[in-house]
């Protein structure tokens, strides 16, 4: 049972940074991709950034390129989505995805993701 769990959410005044963490276990991951999604209240979900298995294809949200760079650790199964220079905006609960067997250098579309995390709380205050 694939589980992903994120952390690092919060409150924090316009301008701050947070990261994100998402950890995934139960299975052996392998050419997968990773994501981060977020939805803000009457909004539909839209994805943030993701990354393919390898590590060297992005995507970003275009709103947030710049400010936002994701990250990923094949070893602990972990990927990471470093926030800056946060807008209030960007308040939403932030989801991490997983898209299990994808291929290697495969960046998926966005409904193609078969795992998500419980979701964690950003809170920018302006």
């Known amino acids: 049972q694939v589980q992903l769990v994120e952390s690092g959410g919060g409150l924090v005044q316009a301008g701050g940074s947070l990261r994100l963490s998402c950890a995934a276990s139960?299975?052996?991951?392998?050419?997968?991709?990773m994501a981060w999604f977020r939805q803000a209240p009457g909004k539909e979900r839209e994805i943030v950034a993701a990354?393919?298995?390898?590590?060297?294809?992005?995507t970003y949200l275009d709103s947030m390129k710049g400010r936002v760079t994701i990250s990923r650790d094949n070893a602990k199964n972990t990927v990471d989505l470093q926030m800056n220079s946060l807008k209030p905006e960007d308040t939403a609960v932030y989801y991490c995805?997983?898209?299990?067997?994808?291929?290697?250098?495969?960046?998926?579309?966005?409904?193609?993701?078969?795992?998500w995390g419980r979701g964690t709380q950003v809170t920018v205050s302006s």
């Open positions: 995805a997983l898209a299990l067997f994808v291929g290697r250098y495969t960046l998926p579309p966005a409904n193609k993701y078969d795992y």
């Open positions: 139960g299975r052996t991951f392998t050419n997968d991709a």
């Open positions: 990354v393919n298995w390898s590590g060297g294809n992005f």
